[in-house]
């Protein structure tokens, strides 16, 4: 369904901001480090679970405001752009993100995954961030552009849960190469941001 270069085109930009210094990961470093390889790991599986609800959401949004009014769409379009280009620029004006938490208090890895699911499928800027996305990758001549939509939706989620996966699974490696190296979150980060801003740039002066 997808074409080659807009698969791996996606997935680049994909993998990039989902290891980029953010909550989720942070949050699935914390747990490793502290609780253990299986804790992170199931944490991380319920964050890129959470996925699939923004998926959802972008493929009926932005399906019914194409068939609704090309206007709509483009109001939608520069203002997903210009929000690109706001995380962007935080980003690049980020100090790496904050230290990986390690709480104390035990949890089932049941309740681990709920959290890890809800805490990403209710949260209103990664909606904003799938609307924002998704969009741009699709390639309308080749049709079918909820399939596209929900085709890269899927491969986010897919490409989430392995690099959640493995960032619990090495996550005491991880915490001590990011000690011994507390500069490459921010370097990471500036990366991201500018693959933010580039996104959202293409975004708005798209047509």
Sequence with gaps: ???????????LAALLL???PGPDNLMVLGLGMSKGRKQGMVFGLGCALG???????????????????PTAFTALRIGGGLYLVWLGIGAL????????????APQSLRSLFMKGL??????????LFFLSLLPQFVIAAHGNV???????????????????????YFAGAVGAWLERKPGA???????????????????????
């Excluded at 979150?185 to 500036?190: F, P, T």
């Design 18 to 20: 989902t290891a980029s």
């Design 93 to 104: 004006r980020s100090q790496g993100g904050q230290a990986a938490s390690k709480t104390s």
């Design 118 to 127: 809800f805490a990403n499928a209710i949260n209103p800027k990664v909606v």
């Design 51 to 69: 996925c699939l609800s923004h998926t959802f959401l972008a493929v009926i949004g932005v399906s019914a405001i194409i068939a609704a009014s």
């Design 185 to 207: 979150g921010k370097w990471l980060d500036r990366l991201a941001g500018t693959v933010f801003i580039a996104l959202g740039a293409k975004l708005i002066l798209s047509r």
């Design 146 to 168: 909820p399939g596209q939509m929900l085709a890269l939706g899927v491969t986010f989620t897919v490409q989430a849960a392995i690099l959640f996966g493995l960032l619990g």
């Design 1 to 11: 369904m997808l074409a080659p270069e807009q698969f791996f085109g996606f997935l």
